[in-house]
């Protein structure tokens, strides 16, 4: 079945240094992937996407690239504020009658001035 | 920017007792989901709709929990009766449908069992 793994947090950074967070995924076909943002007390928000291989999804400095040969969909940012300071989720969606999404269990990023 | 609206926004009951949680989806998003998120992990999905009818309640304990969509608008997610466990932040969704696969995420209810 589909899986996604994040790593493990939680994750602290001085503002503006150099963000990654790793996400691997196991699927069959050809599935989407996505980084969403939760902010304390909030719903997720989607940060942004990717559809097919070699893809970069970009919004507000982060960057992602789908990586089929690696399964990976890394989440960077080169210049961290306190602002982005959240929890950061992978996903994958499959298409077909059934559009669900399958998320990694989540990394907390916190970003100190 | 439309929104998705849930209500209410926390709601502590005690065990054995029943609560309900409502969610209103964007105008025209056809596809509704409910989501449990247990603190510290990722949302697992509990059931989904295309419409009115549910395509998808495989991870519903159907023993204690019920979902309904009468009219294909709006929803509500039921527990009857809530257990300790059951203690979470429920989260609705919902997407245009289609090949989009594109979720939007209301602010959630955190339901506290005591």
């Known amino acids: 079945g589909n899986s996604v793994t994040q790593m493990e947090g939680p994750v602290t950074l001085s503002e503006e240094a150099f963000l990654t967070i790793n996400c691997t995924y196991t699927?069959?076909?050809?599935?989407?992937l996505f980084w969403y943002v939760q902010y304390p007390g909030e719903g997720l928000q989607l940060l942004l996407k990717?559809?097919?291989?070699?893809d970069k999804g970009s919004n507000k400095g982060f960057e992602a690239t789908y990586r089929k040969e690696t399964t990976s969909f890394h989440l960077e940012k080169g210049s961290v504020q306190v602002s982005d300071s959240a929890v950061y989720f992978c996903?994958?969606?499959?298409?077909?009658?059934?559009?669900?999404?399958?998320f990694g269990s989540g990394t907390q990023l916190t970003v100190l001035p | 920017e439309a929104e998705v609206a849930q209500s209410p926004r926390y709601k502590i009951t005690e065990k054995s007792q029943a609560v309900a949680f409502w969610c209103d989806p964007i105008s025209g998003h056809a596809t509704l989901y409910w989501y449990r998120q247990i603190l510290g992990q990722g949302p697992e999905l509990l059931v989904q709709f295309q419409d009115e009818s549910v395509v998808d309640d495989s991870q519903l304990p159907k023993d204690r929990f019920s979902a309904e969509r009468l009219k294909g608008v709006d929803s509500t997610l039921k527990i009857q009766p809530a257990e300790l466990g059951d203690s979470a932040m429920y989260l609705c969704?919902?997407?245009?449908?289609?090949?989009?696969?594109?979720?939007?995420f209301g602010p959630g209810t955190r339901l506290t069992v005591l």
């Open positions: 996903a994958l969606g499959r298409t077909g009658s059934a559009r669900q999404l399958t």
């Open positions: 990717a559809t097919k291989a070699d």
């Open positions: 969704a919902s997407s245009r449908g289609g090949e989009g696969l594109e979720q939007f």
């Open positions: 699927a069959t076909g050809y599935p989407s």
